[in-house]
């Protein structure tokens, strides 16, 4: 037998391992758990869509109420059919209805995998979605509350 042989636990086989793992199929993963596991990964990726774009609703919402809460103070502007607080208001709103409606969407996934008998980690972005859903809230509350 050849000392550098993988099989034989010779130094390039042990090399071989540790940056290949070792030769043979991986034992517990089959092909209907990696596609279970992609399709997770999407509903994932989709979920965190939703969140960015929530949060771009939301950060736009704020951000065109402070702007003209800053203008305001050096020129008072005139209010059209719908004023910069109230647009701010309506898309902090729309941000945060993204965020509950991808939510509910994700979660909704989860609980037909689990139904299923999958194993399901839990969910990073839901996690992530939730704090995004506070953030938008603790805006909103600065927004409606402050003249």
């Not at 130094?11 to 199929?25: E, H, K, S, V």
């Not at 993963?29 to 999407?42: H, N």
């Not at 939301?58 to 209010?79: A, D, M, N, V």
């Amino acid at each position: 037998m050849d000392p550098m042989s993988p099989r034989n636990g010779g130094i390039l086989g042990r090399l071989t391992d540790l940056l290949m793992g070792p030769a043979g199929p991986p034992k517990d993963l089959s092909a209907d758990m990696l596609a279970v596991d992609r399709t997770r990964l999407a509903y994932e990726r989709t979920m965190m869509a939703w969140i960015r774009t929530g949060l771009s609703l939301i950060t736009f919402g704020f951000s065109i109420y402070k702007f003209f809460q800053i203008q305001e103070l050096s020129t008072p502007l005139r209010e059209g059919i719908i004023g910069a607080r109230s647009f701010g208001f309506i898309m902090i709103l729309t941000g945060l209805f993204a965020v509950l409606l991808g939510g509910l969407e994700h979660r909704k996934q989860m609980r037909s995998f689990r139904a299923a008998g999958m194993p399901v980690p839990p969910s990073l972005a839901a996690i992530i979605g939730g704090m995004v859903f506070l953030l938008g809230v603790l805006g909103l509350v600065a927004v409606a509350f402050r003249q």
